[in-house]
């Protein structure tokens, strides 16, 4: 096993190409609205970097931005609309979306936001209430 290994990943329709390299600080799922409601999803599954993990290969000019909160900025590609990931600057972390690494070994450690879950997963995997307590939530961990 490498510790610098590289994952490559791309917008539906391949304008913007990025890589990552190293581990993530952290992989999941997220049920809250504003992940289900911004994926056309169920759930969000998470992979957290820090920033300087991801670099953007090609096409930095076709990403649009936008943030509803000043938490979540939130990428996608200008020319197909794929969605590439949200920048969490208050958190120092950006979210590259599982589903665009098909390279990465995704380990998904917790869920959060559970109490919005609309699809309940019983893969006995920690599910929290709202947000881990280092990250400015309770912490608490409820019921699947
Ligand atoms: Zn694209
Ligand atoms: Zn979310």
Known sequence: M??????LGSCFCGEVQFAVAGQPVAMGYCHCDSCRHWSAGPVNAFTLWQPQALSVTRGVASIGSYNKTARSHRKWCVKCGGHLFTDHPTLGV????ASLLPQLAFEPGVHVNYQEAVLLIHDGRTKLKDMPAEMGGSGIEVQE
Do not use: I, R
């Not at 490498?2 to 994952?7: A, D, E, G, I, Y």
């Open 2 to 7: 490498s510790q610098l290994n590289t994952c």
């Open 94 to 97: 950006v979210d590259v979306y």
